[in-house]
């Protein structure tokens, strides 16, 4: 079975900066996708970020990219120009092949004005 | 464009009771996962639902069970039910794909609050 680790449960950065958040995983398979979710106060789980194995390129959503070291199996957020409203806990996703979610134990962000 | 829904947003029941949740997928979508989340952790996958029937299970025990209708919505069912129970469910849906072994992005619901006293 797939494994998901978050290593670090709280994170705290002031607004305007930037700050990672770490994602590891373990798979055997050599083709996949991962997932970064946010999950504000308000409890809807909502998309991030999603990064596809195969493709050499990080991906990029506005403030949000990733650092994906595919032989690492590392999976790393990074939060530019953080905002008030990214205050949330942060979960990575790993699937499996039948499109199985499996989650990390989260992070939980604080922007600090 | 409407997003996931699920109903009842908060519901409290007694040990033993069972619980129906419900959920509607967003337009398009036709797969349909559930998922439990306790406090202060992450989602832990129950099953998932494609074409009125379950696709995959999680490590759930069979007092937990669903139903997928024609429309793509879907129920979650829980009988006699624990302390235990109590936590966060998380419904998802994503859209069309090539098969079974497609990856897609799942998209969710704001989830309903189970209290079991």
């Known amino acids: 079975a797939q494994t998901v680790t978050q290593s670090q449960p709280e994170m705290s950065v002031q607004e305007a900066e930037t700050v990672t958040l770490s994602c590891t995983y373990d798979?055997?398979?050599?083709?996949?996708?991962l997932f970064w979710y946010k999950q504000p106060p308000s409890r809807q789980m909502i998309l991030v970020i999603r990064?596809?194995?195969?493709?050499?390129q990080n991906a990029t959503e506005n403030r949000f990219s990733v650092n994906f070291q595919k032989a690492a199996k590392s999976f790393s957020l990074k939060i530019s120009d953080s905002q008030l409203g990214d205050t949330a806990m942060y979960f990575c996703?790993?699937?499996?092949?039948?499109?199985?979610?499996?989650f990390g134990t989260g992070t939980s962000l604080t922007v600090i004005p | 464009d409407a997003g996931v829904t699920q109903s009842p947003t908060h519901l409290i029941k007694t040990r033993g009771q069972q619980v129906t949740l419900r959920c509607s997928p967003k337009?398009?979508?036709?797969?349909v996962s559930w998922y439990q989340q306790a406090l202060g952790q992450g989602p832990q996958f129950i099953f998932q639902?494609?074409?009125?029937?379950?696709?995959q299970r999680g490590n759930f025990p069979d007092r937990f069970s669903g139903h997928q209708f024609p429309n793509y919505s879907s129920e979650l069912n829980v009988n006699a039910l624990l302390l235990g129970d109590s936590a966060l469910y998380l419904c998802?849906?994503?859209?069309?794909?090539?098969?079974?072994?497609?990856?897609?992005?799942?998209?969710f619901g704001p989830g309903t609050r189970l209290t079991v006293l």
């Open positions: 798979t055997s398979e050599s083709n996949y996708y």
């Open positions: 990064q596809e194995a195969y493709k050499q």
């Open positions: 996703a790993f699937p499996n092949t039948g499109n199985q979610f499996y």
């Open positions: 639902y494609y074409e009125e029937e379950e696709r």
């Open positions: 337009s398009g979508h036709d797969t």
């Open positions: 998802a849906s994503s859209p069309p794909s090539g098969g079974a072994d497609a990856i897609d992005t799942q998209y």
